[in-house]
């Protein structure tokens, strides 16, 4: 018998590689002929870049960008030169373990920093951009994103839009 195990993470408390091992220990003592594959998962939040660098290869690029409650944070995305490919996910800039429980409010955060790694990749001799959306701790609509890309988000008045939740009531 071969037995795939393929979880992703548990949020916030374990990675998916941890989880796969967890369960081949759980299952080896009790299925001793059987032959384990652990292909751990993501399912394009946290751990979504780093399942992709493991399958493909590659480099992680760490830089510091706007966290999703405006404070700088290090993020990181992955670099595939070979295949002219970068990997990033929104949880490395604007997930929800950015911020302490007692902090999180969606309408008081932003996507700025995932947008902002998208410009780092575009620093590379690249041809694709794969963003991973999951782990978001904000619902800016991807205001974020698009201003730190360029954009001018204006409200009706034509007065600059803070790209955050609360924001577009206006």
Known sequence: MHIVIAPDSFKESLSAPYVAQAIQAGMAPVLPNAQFSQLPMADGGEGFAQSILERLGGERVHCE???????PVMASLVINREQRLAV????????????????RNPLHTTSLGTGELIRKALDYDIDEIIVGLGGSATN?????????????????????IIPQGTDWAH
């Open 140 to 160: 800016d609509a991807g205001a974020g994103i698009l201003t730190a890309l360029g954009a001018k988000l204006l409200d009706g008045a034509g007065k600059p």
């Open 88 to 103: 990033l996910d929104v949880a490395s800039a604007s997930g929800l373990p950015l911020i302490p429980h007692s902090a």
């Open 65 to 71: 960008v706007t966290g999703p409650d405006f404070r």
